[in-house]
C-alpha cells in the first residue's frame, strides 16, 4: 500500500477483520452514509463492496465530499509512516506539510524548499494522494484544531490562530464541513473529566501499539537540555510490527527485537538544534555533551520566563551561533571552527534541515563541511530529518552490541549485513543502542 494505487481486496480485507494496523494508511469512505472511517471503526455493520471507496488520505475523503466518522475518529489516527520512509517529492512534501510549512509559508514556499512549480507539486499530489497541499493541510489543520478543541480550555480564537487558520470564519467552516458539528458542540461532546487541569495541558495523541514508553522518555531524558527541553519528538507514526517482522528474520536480532517490539526512534524538534548538539557530541560522553551544550544555550540564547521553572532559555539560532564568540565553550578549535561552518551554511540557506529536505544531499553537504565526518552526519539524518533507514557502523556502542550478538565489529562488515534490515536500519541502530542498557 505505498507508491502503487490502493489495492480493493486488500483493503477490503482489513476493514472485514477491522485491523488496526492499517489505521492511518488508508480511509474507508461508504457512500450511502457520506461518512469515511479509519479501517479498525468498531461499527457492527460492514458496509457493502460496491457502497465502498478507499482513498489514500483523509484530506481526499474530504474531498470527496466525506465526513469524518464520529465514531472511529479517523482524524485521530496515527499518521502513515510511509512518509517517513519515503524520500522522493511526495514523502517530502508530507513532511513538511506535517511540520505546517503550508500554514507558515504557503503553498509557494513548500514549492520553494522543494526546488519544484506550485503546479507541478499541485498536479504530483493530486494524482497520488487525491488531494493537493492545500486540502491536505486543511485535513491536518482540523485534527489539530479538534483536538485542542477537546483537551484543552482555550478559547476558539486562540484554538483557531493555534491550528494554523487565517480566521474564525475558516476556522468555523472547516470544523463544520469535516466533523458536522460546530465547536462549541465538539467541545462539548469530546470532554472527559481529568482532561484539563490548571496550568496543564494534555493532549491525547495517536500511536500504534505497542510502545516502549519508559524506554523512549528515558533515552530522550537522557539527552534533553537543561534548561531548554524534557523531551523531544516521540515518533508515534511508526509501524512497529512492520519493523519487527523485518528485523526479526534475523536470527541474531530476532531476540533483543522481540523483546522491545515497541522500540521507537526519537526524532528532533529542530533540525539546527540537533546538528549543533551532535557536534558537541563528538568523542566525548553523553554527559559531557549536555554540560557543552548547556554552557552554549546559557551563555548564547534568550532566557525565557514562563511557569515551568525547568525550561529557561531558547536555544541559540543559528545566525547567533554563527558570529558568536565560542572561544569559552570549552571546546578544540577545530570544534569551534564546525559549530561556526555549519550555523553559517544554516543561516546562509545552503543547508537545509527540515523534515522535507532530500537526505542523500543533506548527508553529502555536512560531510563536505569540516570536522564532520560519517558518523555526525549520519546521527543528524536519523535524527534531524527522521530517517528511519540510517545504521551508524562507526559507532561505538554500536560495535561494542555487534560484537556482543555475533554480529562483528566491523563497519564495513556490519554495514553489508545490515543491509538486510532495510528499509528500518534506523530502529535496528536503537535495538543494538538498547543492548548495552542490559549490561
Request: proline share 7%.
Amino acid at each position: 500500500m505505498t507508491t502503487a494505487p490502493l489495492d480493493f481486496e486488500r483493503c477490503y480485507r482489513a476493514v472485514e477483520s477491522r485491523d488496526a494496523r492499517f489505521d492511518g494508511w488508508f480511509i474507508t469512505a461508504v457512500t450511502t452514509t457520506r461518512i469515511y472511517c479509519r479501517p479498525s471503526c468498531p461499527t457492527p455493520v460492514r458496509p457493502k463492496r460496491q457502497n465502498v471507496r478507499f482513498y489514500p488520505t483523509a484530506a481526499a475523503a474530504q474531498l470527496a465530499g466525506f465526513r469524518a466518522c464520529k465514531r472511529c475518529r479517523p482524524d485521530a489516527s496515527p499518521g502513515s509512516p510511509e512518509w517517513n520512509v519515503r524520500g522522493d517529492l511526495v514523502g517530502r512534501a508530507m513532511r513538511l506539510i506535517a511540520d505546517g510549512i503550508v500554514d507558515r509559508e504557503g503553498v509557494a514556499g513548500l514549492a520553494k524548499r522543494l526546488a519544484v512549480s506550485e503546479r507541478h507539486l499541485h498536479r504530483l499530489l493530486l494524482s497520488e494522494l487525491g488531494a493537493g497541499p492545500l486540502a491536505i493541510a486543511r485535513a491536518q489543520r482540523a485534527q489539530t484544531a479538534r483536538t485542542l478543541i477537546e483537551t484543552t480550555d482555550l478559547p476558539f480564537t486562540d484554538v483557531a490562530f493555534a491550528a494554523g487558520f487565517e480566521s474564525i470564519r475558516q476556522f468555523n467552516d472547516t470544523v463544520r464541513d469535516v466533523f458536522a458539528l460546530t465547536p462549541t458542540d465538539l467541545r462539548r461532546a469530546g470532554r472527559r473529566r481529568g482532561d484539563i487541569a490548571e496550568g496543564a495541558l494534555t493532549l491525547r495523541l495517536p500511536y500504534r501499539p505497542p510502545l516502549d514508553w519508559d524506554g523512549l522518555f528515558e533515552w530522550l531524558r537522557a539527552r534533553a537540555v537543561p534548561g531548554v527541553a524534557v523531551a523531544r519528538l516521540l515518533d508515534l507514526d511508526a509501524d512497529p510490527l512492520s519493523v519487527v517482522e523485518v528485523l526479526s528474520k534475523d536470527r541474531r536480532l530476532s531476540p533483543i527485537v522481540r523483546k522491545r517490539p515497541g522500540l521507537r526512534a526519537p526524532g528532533a524538534v529542530d533540525g539546527t538544534e540537533l546538528a549543533i548538539q551532535a557536534i558537541l557530541g563528538q568523542q566525548v560522553s553523553l554527559g559531557a555533551a549536555r554540560t557543552l551544550t548547556s554552557r552554549l544555550v546559557t551563555t548564547h540564547g534568550d532566557v525565557i520566563k514562563i511557569a515551568d521553572p525547568a525550561l529557561t532559555h531558547l536555544f541559540p539560532t543559528a545566525d547567533r551561533i554563527a558570529g558568536a564568540d565560542l572561544s569559552k565553550l570549552g571546546v578544540p578549535a577545530t570544534r569551534r571552527a564546525t559549530l561556526r561552518a555549519l550555523a553559517t551554511a544554516v543561516a546562509g540557506g545552503r543547508l537545509s534541515l527540515d523534515p522535507g529536505a532530500d537526505r542523500a544531499e543533506v548527508y553529502r553537504q555536512l560531510t563536505a563541511l569540516p570536522g564532520i565526518g560519517d558518523w555526525t552526519a549520519g546521527y543528524i539524518v536519523m535524527r534531524a530529518l527522521g530517517d528511519p533507514d540510517t545504521f551508524l557502523p562507526s559507532d561505538l556502542g554500536v560495535k561494542k552490541a555487534g560484537a556482543r550478538l555475533g554480529l562483528g565489529s566491523n563497519p564495513r562488515a556490519m554495514s553489508e549485513t545490515a543491509a538486510a534490515w532495510r528499509p528500518w536500519r534506523t530502529y535496528a541502530t536503537h535495538q543494538l543502542w538498547a543492548t548495552l542498557v542490559d549490561h
